[in-house]
């Protein structure tokens, strides 16, 4: 059965860096698009990145532009999210999800998503 697994997450301080790591089994990994949502509590969960099975990286949300990066490496399938400058709004359980193969959605939906991981949890403090 497919399985992604998070990892990477914690707690940390405004300004400082994480990166989470998502390890996908059971698919062909290369096949898929993957990505990257999170939810704080009380909130819906929302889009955060996400790259195409041919490794383009979409469009992100203003909320993360220009600190956070996604990233795969195939031959791990592992996607990877960079995260930088963390600020306190940040905080939230992140998912990572896998769309179906070679889909060709935007990916910014969770429709757009067959598989998700159980979430790794990132603090931000002030």
């Known amino acids: 059965q497919v399985q992604l697994v998070e990892s990477g997450g914690g707690s940390v301080q405004a300004g400082d860096s994480l990166r989470l790591s998502c390890v996908a089994s059971?698919?062909?990994?290369?096949?898929?698009?993957m990505g990257w949502f999170r939810q704080a509590p009380g909130n819906d969960r929302e889009f955060v990145a996400a790259?195409?099975?041919?490794?383009?990286?979409?469009l992100y949300p203003n909320s993360v532009k220009g600190r956070f990066a996604i990233s795969r490496d195939n031959a791990k399938n592992t996607v990877y999210l960079q995260m930088n400058s963390l600020k306190p709004e940040d905080t939230a359980v992140y998912y990572c999800a896998a769309s179906p193969p070679y889909y060709s959605g935007s990916g910014l939906s969770m429709r757009d998503y067959t598989y998700w991981g159980q979430g790794t949890q990132v603090t931000v403090s002030s």
């Open positions: 059971g698919l062909t990994f290369r096949a898929h698009p």
């Open positions: 790259i195409t099975w041919s490794n383009r990286p979409t």
